[in-house]
């Protein structure tokens, strides 16, 4: 090729007269950097070449200028190459642009600024203008690279959407699970930086979310937790708005597990609705509702015993409402009035109490049984729980509407369809029952009998263990109730029923329910021994002295001296009946007792410690 190049090169110059008019430098030669003698020699050259460049562009179907102009730059881009060299060059360069051309114009696209572009850049060529061609070219590349990259998050942003629909299929299908996994793959999908990818990871989050409470899963409710504070707020600019929807989700999620694991997540749940009211446009709707969030937060703390909490709720609730009108967002103002409701209610006052159970009567306003029946259960449940606040206050009448409150939310669903929530109303109902027979009613033993039978006789999956714990305890309590009126058969039943929450309740998990749970079995045994049963008595003072090792005289001297003395009556009993080993163990229970009920300044309990020692004392 280079012998070709060169022969034709030697061709090129036998073939220019001597005397060739020189032609005046193009003007991206005039203005490039070449030196004076640089830009003498390629005028020259061009006058020496200019034969050639005729016979080229016939040869190539290119036009005599544009082989000068392919000259002219090769020339301009590398000035010190040798005649010889430069002229195989150019004749290499017309030719390549003979089939660069033939190429170029086969080319179409369906983009109209990439065909004007395209249509510039041969234009360019073909004027031998070929750094201008070039330039264009990186243009044209850019631009269809841009299109192309465009196209392809396009799709991507389909397809995801595509998963986000079908996730909301599963959503109404109330599968969870699935419409998280599905949301999943959309933000997965779609394309880095997208917003969309944000939102599919809240959208994720609150699939999860859904289904922990729903279905009481406590990992669906850590994973909601975790995708929004580690996956979707990095994906958020700090302090923007989706910064602020992500900390509003958040708040939610965290209220949600913190209503069954404590205060360290409500307490977090708090910080998230206040990070997220910093940012929130005041009285917009998205502030309102974090109000409500925060709300919900505070009342939950103020539940576990704080009461600052409540009244930060209420402060809450109300902010809400300036928002939350029943003119303009009836179901929200709802929601905030069964908030006010609910906080006011575990205030635990009756004039709270009242005011209680008017904010939910006027949620149950908008709320009906015909409109939204899931809410209205939830009013309903609610107003069963003031009721029954009402009824430890000594309101008899109020524990009779709070079984009517919770009969009414547990029929909203079948024991199939809600087995969890219709259990809870079920504990519910004959825990009001339970209040009733230690009130006297005749009734109320066989009623709470029969409730917390019908809760373990639902044909349903197994129930939270908590609950079924709680279920075990409160019938316990019943058959103490039945035993304590006469009705010797109910003490063996009280025993079976603390030994199965036992099975739940543990000293380390759930020390205090365990104390109770150790304390009443006790009480029972006690019972069944004074019939007789030494065996009992003996299981009596176990189950009384076990109880100790939580109710301590230094944290709970009142509950301490309620085991001692009981205690000390079990031991009398193997005295009466003639063992003289536990007199002394009887009398220091009961001189532990006397002293802490002095201390404490009960009289009469002490009093009766002091009875039962001087009786026995001189034995």
Known sequence: MR?????????????????????????????SRLTQAQADELSRRLSTLQGRFNVLARETDLRAA???????????????????????????????????????????????????????????????????????????????GRIRREARRAEDLSDAADRAEAARLSSALADYRDAARRYGQAAEIAPEGARERWQYRLRQAGALRDHGGAFGDDAARADSIRILRDVALPLTAPASDDWAQTQMALGDALYLSGFYTGASELEAAVAAYQHALAILTPNSADWADTQQGL?????????????????????????????????AYPTEWASTQMGIGVVLGAFGDAESLRQAEAALNAALEVRTREASPAEWARVQSNLGDVYNSLGELGDTAALHRAIEAYAHAQATYTVQSAPNYWRRMQLMIGGAYLA??????????????????????????????????????????????????????????????????????????????????????????????????????????????????????????????????SIGLAHLAFVQRGDRSHLEPALTALAGARDEYTRLGDAYWSGLAQHWITQFENR
Do not use: K
Not at 67 to 77: H, K, L, P, Q, T
Not at 303 to 312: N, S
């Open 295 to 327: 709300g919900n937060a505070y009342t939950g703390l103020g539940r576990l015993g704080d009461r600052a909490m409540l009244t930060q709720g209420l402060a809450a609730y109300r902010r809400a409402l300036e928002v939350r009108t029943r003119e």
């Open 436 to 565: 009733l027979a230690r009130r006297g009613d005749a009734d109320a033993i066989a009623r709470a009998v029969g409730a917390y039978e019908a809760y373990f006789n639902a044909e349903a999956p197994p129930a939270p263990p908590g609950d079924d714990a709680r279920a075990h305890y409160n019938l316990g309590q019943v058959y103490t109730t039945a035993y304590r009126r006469g009705d010797a058969s109910a003490a063996p039943r009280a025993v079976a029923a603390f030994e199965a929450a036992l099975q739940i309740y543990t000293r380390g998990a759930n020390p205090i329910w365990w104390a109770h749970s150790q304390t009443y079995m006790g009480l029972a045994l006690r019972r069944m021994g004074e019939d007789g049963d030494d065996a009992a008595l003996t299981r009596a003072i176990e189950a009384l002295s076990a109880a100790l090792a939580v109710r301590t005289r230094t944290d709970h001297p009142g509950d301490w001296a309620a085991n001692q003395y």
């Open 3 to 31: 012998i070709r190049f060169a022969c034709a090169a030697m061709a090129l110059a036998a073939l220019v007269p001597a005397t060739a008019y020189p032609q005046p430098l193009p003007d991206t030669i005039v203005s």
């Open 66 to 144: 544009a082989v000068r102009n392919i000259a002219v730059e090769i020339f301009g881009a590398q000035p010190n190459l040798d005649f010889e060299n430069y002229a195989n060059l150019v004749a290499a360069g017309a030719r390549e642009l003979q089939a660069y051309v033939a190429q170029a114009r086969t080319r179409s696209d369906a983009d109209p600024a990439l065909a004007a572009l395209r249509a510039r850049a041969i234009e360019a060529a073909e004027n031998g203008q070929l750094t201008q061609a070039r330039g264009l070219y990186d243009e044209l590349i850019e631009a269809a």
